[in-house]
């Protein structure tokens, strides 16, 4: 069985300052892992994914996440956050074997002026 | 990658009636998926959609009460029935290629059931 635990519910940091979004992976096989980004009253839409190539992944808006597999960890960091950058942010993850995502609980990024 | 257009965005509907959402991929995709949100929650699956046979339900959820149609590869509909309250949320489509290099999703229907 696959899960995905974000560590964090909420996150508040200040306009400029680092983004560091915490996730951890339980897999029985290789997973695929994914960041989605969904701002109020929107979609979601992939930030980065990580299908066992690279294991540091760059994605969009200048967002970039780490696989490590002896930490089962796949956090998600920007080294400057901006006022858009204010979301609501999903960890998922899907087995190879599978066909299902399961989602994370959901982290709120506030960004503060 | 996939576009997917969901209708309709936002309903306001009375407690004992039905809703059917629809779902339109741009491009012809293995897999569908039906997905809610509740208020301040994650997402939650209700059922894989499976073309030209019954969907297939997650555990707390059933045919009756979401009933599944899925006639061709880009086509897929979710009834919400007999609605009550509780089922107000945002239902997602996603779909993807069997690969699962990318899950594709809807902009959602944001229900309220008064």
């Known amino acids: 069985a696959q899960s995905v635990t974000q560590l964090d519910s909420h996150v508040s940091v200040s306009e400029g300052t680092p983004v560091l979004l915490r996730c951890n992976y339980s897999s029985s096989y290789s997973p695929s892992l994914f960041w989605y980004v969904q701002h109020p009253n929107k979609g979601l839409q992939l930030l980065l994914k990580y299908t066992s190539a690279a294991t540091l992944v760059k994605g969009i808006n200048g967002f970039e996440a780490e696989f490590k597999k002896s930490e089962t960890s796949f956090h998600l960091t920007k080294p400057s956050a901006h006022m858009s950058d204010a979301a609501e942010y999903f960890c998922v993850v899907i087995e190879t074997s599978g066909s299902r995502l399961t989602f994370g609980e959901g982290t709120q990024l506030t960004v503060n002026p | 990658s996939a576009v997917i257009s969901q209708k309709p965005s936002r309903d306001i509907c009375q407690r004992g009636t039905s809703l059917t959402i629809q779902c339109q991929v741009d491009?012809?995709?293995?897999?569908m998926f039906w997905y809610r949100q509740q208020p301040g929650q994650s997402l939650t699956l209700i059922a894989t959609?499976?073309?030209?046979?019954?969907?297939?339900?997650e555990s707390g959820f059933v045919i009756d009460k979401f009933p599944i149609s899925r006639p061709n590869l880009t086509f897929s509909t979710l009834t919400v029935s007999n609605m009550s309250p509780e089922d107000s949320s945002i239902y997602l489509c996603?779909?993807?290629?069997?690969?699962?290099?990318?899950?594709?999703f809807g902009q959602g229907t944001r229900l309220t059931v008064v």
């Open positions: 996603s779909a993807s290629a069997r690969d699962f290099t990318e899950a594709f």
């Open positions: 491009s012809q995709v293995t897999m």
């Open positions: 959609a499976n073309q030209g046979s019954e969907a297939t339900y």
